[in-house]
């Protein structure tokens, strides 16, 4: 039979014994452990079984530590204590350490996260989680959190990320295939609209109006995200309204292209909030993506 680590008995007896002693009560020690009376006696003959002595005295009307059991429940105690405090020290860390930072889907993967890599490089101290949502960005359970629009209404900490400007976007091939020169050319041609609920997002309406064109628009393919989005224009689809800030590794690429020379400027600005009651980590953290974001 191979040796236990540490050479310890079953974890079950020491426990169900150290709780019997605390209590100087199997009755107690079960109603705690939430098992019965004749299993945490069990598990005490268990235990003396394996030490071959007797830790309690029983009688009739309860038990007694025997001067064994007494030396047993000192040494427990303070091994169970030492467990404690290191385990303490270990949640409080990964406390101080993790920092929450809400956003929505298109932000966190076009934005948000290849940035946090760069973060982990020069502070690999600090956990960064991110609560993905497209219908708000977290609420109270972050501790900051970047959102799309007018950032003098907001109270608290907040920083300006980007103030971007707003292109139409098309792959290669459906730029190829689709010649414009103006911007009633792009209007006749498939157009991806976002259909995202809760947000400012300047649609195409906005957008063409904004150049002074307020005519027909082409309605071909809706969805209500917009990474689906940029992905349909990638797939040949349409065309799409690219925010500078978040497309430009695509353009970069090549996956995307403007299809125009116009661009409108954003009517709202991309702005991170530090929450009440953040840690000195997420404080950090704010700060360095305010000082990074226009890169």
Known sequence: MP???YDLPPLNALLSFEAAARHVSFKAAAAELNVTPAAVSHQVKSLEQDLKCALFHR????VELTEIGAYLFVALQRGFEEIGDALDQLRARVSRASVTV???????????TPRLAQFWKSHPHISVSQIVSDTGQGGGDCDLS??????????GSCRALFHDRISALGSPRFAEQNRMETIEDLAALPLIHLDSAGTDWTDWQDWFAALGYRGALRNAHRVNNYVI?????QDDMGAVL?????????VESGRLEKLLPETVSSPRVYFVKLHPHA???????FKWLADVSGD
Do not use: C
Not at 59 to 62: A, E, I, S, V
Not at 102 to 112: D, V
Not at 229 to 233: G, I, R
């Open 229 to 233: 989005a940029l992905q349909a224009a």
């Open 102 to 112: 809400g956003a929505t889907t298109a932000m966190s993967a076009l934005w948000l």
């Open 3 to 5: 040796k236990r680590p």
């Open 242 to 250: 690219g925010w500078e800030g978040l497309t430009r590794s695509f």
């Open 146 to 155: 970047i959102h799309y629009g007018d950032m003098s209404q907001e109270t």
């Open 279 to 285: 840690s000195e980590q997420a404080k950090l953290v």
């Open 59 to 62: 009688h009739h009307r309860g």
